[in-house]
């Protein structure tokens, strides 16, 4: 036995609880290293970073205006500045118009969905965790607008609004407004399973408000759970625009991807073969949303211990 191991003996302490990490550490270790082994949270994330990077990128790089124009009309694309998605109709920059259009879609799609979420953890939390007369309420409200179809509560809304306040940002607040339903109804199931733990408890008896129980205990526990909620929702409001949009209810002081093929359709680029005009908006309406999918189904396998493959 060395002097250090005698020292650490003599003085009461347990060597190898030194080196040993806590259960939380060890639990970040294991979600890490079963994402790195995880191939759809790895093909996800690169398709998404990969149009994060246009989007955010892409209008700095090429600064042109999206409905200037800068050439032919009909021009395929090529290599030239101005032209590395062709032109439209009108010979403006397709290209400009994808990169404006991707930030514009993933702004729609990260403020409807981020406000979805936050209402729907606030009802879910408060019914669940209250209970009683209060939870019934809440009920009732999240049940009528479950059985209220979404889309169409969007499209009167949208036909009408005056054109100035169909912007993006108000597409966006409109669908947080109403896509949050199904959320509060799963946040609220968590939550009312989650009450009646020992730790919540121990709260209770401990003095905590009813507010700082739901923040600092019960939802750090759902983590994981709401994380996936706010996927969900961002998908889901990218798809509600790009449908808005498609049918001619979308911004009128912007470009999105659904805008554009709206375009495209409306000045028959389908019917004459013009497809650099709606393929790149179409396939990065795809893959924006299927890779936020398939980051879900990938974060499930890796956040549930059970679904994880080895």
């Not at 404006?100 to 019914?127: E, H, K, Y």
């Amino acid at each position: 036995m060395t002097a250090a191991t005698q020292s650490t003996t003599t003085d009461g302490a347990d060597p190898s609880a030194v080196a040993t990490p806590g259960p939380a550490k060890r639990a970040r270790g294991d979600v890490l290293f079963f994402a790195l082994r995880s191939k759809k949270f790895l093909i996800s994330v690169s398709i998404l970073t990969v149009l994060a990077l246009v989007a955010i990128f892409g209008p700095i790089i090429d600064s042109t205006d999206p409905y200037a124009q800068l050439g032919f009309p009909f021009q395929p694309p090529s290599g030239d500045p101005g032209s590395l998605f062709g032109t439209d109709y009108f010979g403006n920059d397709v290209f400009a118009q994808f990169a404006n259009g991707l930030r514009a879609t993933f702004f729609v799609g990260f403020l409807g969905g981020g406000l979805g979420a936050l209402i729907g953890m606030v009802v879910g939390f408060v019914g669940g965790y209250i209970g009683g007369w209060v939870d019934e309420v809440l009920a009732v409200f999240t049940n009528i607008l479950l059985v209220i179809p979404t889309l169409a509560v969007l499209l009167v809304i949208a036909s009408y609004l005056p054109s100035e306040l169909r912007g993006v940002p108000f597409e966006a607040i409109f669908i947080g407004l109403t896509s949050w339903p199904w959320a509060a109804r799963a946040i609220r199931a968590q939550t009312f399973s989650l009450r009646s733990r020992d730790f919540v408890d121990l709260a209770k008896l401990s003095g905590r408000r009813s507010w700082k129980i739901i923040a600092f205990e019960i939802a750090p526990n759902m983590s994981s759970y709401l994380f996936l909620t706010f996927i969900l929702l961002f998908g889901g409001a990218i798809l509600i625009g790009a449908s808005l949009d498609f049918i001619g209810l979308g911004p009128h002081d912007g470009i999105t991807l659904g805008l554009m093929m709206y375009n495209a359709v409306a000045w028959g680029a389908l019917t004459l073969g013009w497809w650099w005009w709606f393929i790149p908006p179409g396939i990065g309406i795809m893959a924006a949303v299927g890779s936020l999918y398939v980051m879900n189904v990938g974060l499930d396998e890796i956040f549930n211990p059970k679904l994880r493959e080895m």
